[in-house]
């Protein structure tokens, strides 16, 4: 049986926002799945309200949702359904920006830097390996650029080693602080700048 490192044709694969109900259903679907393959409650995070209330905080003009599309035919896969996702919706709130003193003789506080985070980014397992999550990383970060947002930041779990790895490769570096409060002892903050 061949495996998604041994066959020689990759497969197209297409990133789309999510624009239709249809859309919006099929994120509702990977969201749940990305929820169940957790293991974790999410209900500090408000999740059953965010999906019922979908596309919300990930609309635009602040924010956007994403899902990918493959020409596989996969198992666990919907005919023509989206097999990845991922989400950028505005902070509630913004890091400031760190000042340089020699910059300026003023006592203002510096400015909030507009700040986006990255959410809920869930390949089907059927799907890894054809590096989606890299092309819906790479598009999520041009979307929240292009929505203004000069920083990103996201939370994972330690658990979650390989997306760690993929999003230390995209220049995400630990925070100093968590930007919430959450009952999940180790969660991990990374950000970057745009």
Same mark, same amino acid.
């Given at each position: 049986m061949a495996t998604p490192?041994?066959?020689?044709?990759?497969?197209?694969?297409?990133?789309i926002p999510a624009s239709t109900a249809k859309h919006i259903e099929q994120a509702?679907?990977?969201?749940?799945? %990305?929820?169940?393959?957790?293991?974790?409650?999410?209900?500090?995070q408000s999740f059953s309200?965010?999906?019922?209330?979908?596309?919300?905080?990930y609309a635009p003009p602040t924010g956007c949702l994403l899902l990918a599309y493959i020409d596989l035919p996969l198992p666990d896969m919907e005919p023509h359904g989206a097999v990845a996702c991922i989400a950028v919706r505005p902070l509630p709130y913004a890091y400031p920006v760190?000042?340089?003193?020699?910059?300026?003789?003023s006592s203002d506080p510096p400015l909030p830097t507009p700040t986006a985070e990255l959410k809920r980014l869930f390949t089907l397992p059927s799907t890894r390996g054809h590096g989606l999550a890299r092309?819906?990383?790479?598009?999520?970060?041009?979307?929240?650029?292009?929505?203004? %947002?000069?920083?990103?930041?996201?939370?994972?779990?330690?658990?979650?080693?390989?997306?760690?790895s993929l999003y230390r490769s995209f220049?995400?570096?630990?925070?100093?602080a968590g930007y919430y409060d959450t009952p999940l002892e180790g969660t991990i903050f990374l950000g970057r700048e745009l």
């Open positions: 490192e041994s066959t020689s044709a990759k497969p197209n694969i297409s990133i509702r679907r990977l969201f749940m799945l %990305y929820a169940d393959s957790l293991g974790i409650d999410l209900t500090f309200s965010e999906l019922a209330n979908l596309p919300g905080a760190v000042s340089d003193s020699s910059a300026s003789s092309q819906l990383i790479t598009h999520a970060l041009s979307s929240a650029q292009s929505l203004g %947002y000069r920083r990103v930041v996201l939370d994972t779990l330690p658990s979650m080693r390989a997306a760690i220049g995400f570096r630990d925070l100093k």
